[in-house]
């Protein structure tokens, strides 16, 4: 009934400049945290950046000064700025959101990702 859908993946050249997009839909009353995971190809998912309810942001030591996350609480929408991409950060990005269901105390979802490809 929770539904996450991710948004503005594509290619893009090393130094340039990307931003997603996920758009939590469904019986929700509260999203109490949004995040977004990558998983490169042969790599484990990672957890990059992530933003609570109060707005408190954390980044990955490898992200941090260039991804930008933010939240639109009335739209329950998370995006991700990233600035200045290396082609380490190639993957598959993924929304995560935590919070409270129309019926259900509790939840958390993943969404299917969009493919961020950073090459010259």
């Known amino acids: 009934q929770v539904q996450l859908v991710e948004s503005g993946g594509g290619l893009v050249q090393p130094g340039g400049s990307l931003r997603l997009s996920c758009v939590a839909s469904g019986s929700i009353l509260r999203l109490n945290f949004m995040a977004w995971g990558r998983q490169a190809p042969g790599k484990e998912r990672e957890l990059v950046a992530a933003?609570?309810?109060?707005?408190?942001?954390n980044y990955a030591d490898s992200v941090k000064g260039r991804f930008t996350i933010s939240r639109d609480a009335v739209k329950n929408t998370v995006s991700l700025q990233m600035n200045s991409l290396k082609p380490e950060d190639t993957a598959v990005y993924y929304c995560?959101?935590?919070?409270?269901?129309?019926?259900?105390?509790?939840?958390?979802?993943w969404g299917q990702g969009t493919l961020v490809t950073v090459s010259s």
């Open positions: 995560n959101a935590r919070g409270i269901g129309r019926d259900i105390a509790n939840f958390e979802r």
């Open positions: 933003i609570t309810g109060g707005g408190s942001t």
